[in-house]
């Protein structure tokens, strides 16, 4: 029998609506026998359903720095410009960088990663954006998460 190649977490934790055909999607996933959070955007399509490339992965450690970050945001978005919130280490020439974006007359929480090395240095594709409307859902996801991805 063909092995499948449909994507399965181990732990769906929870789904956040963008449209009828977007959603963002917290999980816990394993690769090479770590544990990681993730967050990512999922499309369903006619030629195609599933994860797209617009997403962040996380360790223990870069949960514990962003959960308190996003605790302390106001319940209502108090900025009419982007704002830069905190950056995080990710690894050699790569941080995560958690910031308000106004887009579309819409505020948002965004968690990118900002590469700098001998080639490029600037924003990656490698991010999400989570509308400030759905912060307390999505921060209860990332506190689960958290719950089951083991220290590294």
């Known amino acids: 029998m063909p092995e499948t190649r449909e994507f399965k977490p181990l732990n769906e934790l929870g789904t956040l609506s963008l449209s009828e055909?977007?959603?963002?999607k917290f999980?816990?996933?394993e690769y090479k026998g770590?544990?990681?959070g993730s967050i990512r955007t999922f499309i369903q399509g006619e030629s195609y359903s599933g994860p797209t490339k617009s997403g962040i992965t996380m360790n223990a450690a870069l949960l514990d720095g962003v959960i308190p970050v996003l605790q302390k945001l106001p319940k209502e978005p108090d900025t009419s410009?982007?704002?830069?919130?905190?950056?995080?280490?990710?690894?050699?020439?790569?941080?995560?960088v958690l910031r308000?974006?106004?887009?579309?007359?819409?505020?948002?929480?965004?968690?990118?990663?900002?590469?700098?090395?001998?080639s490029y240095k600037g924003w990656s594709k490698k991010g999400v954006r989570i509308p400030y409307k759905e912060l307390s859902k999505a921060i209860s996801y990332l506190k689960e998460m958290r719950l089951l991805v083991a220290k590294a």
Do not use: C, H, M, N
């Open 34 to 36: 770590y544990k990681y």
């Open 81 to 96: 410009e982007d704002k830069e919130l905190a950056r995080f280490p990710k690894k050699a020439g790569v941080q995560l």
């Open 100 to 118: 308000i974006t106004i887009f579309r007359d819409t505020t948002g929480v965004d968690l990118r990663e900002w590469v700098e090395d001998s």
């Open 21 to 24: 055909t977007t959603q963002i």
């Open 27 to 29: 999980y816990v996933d």
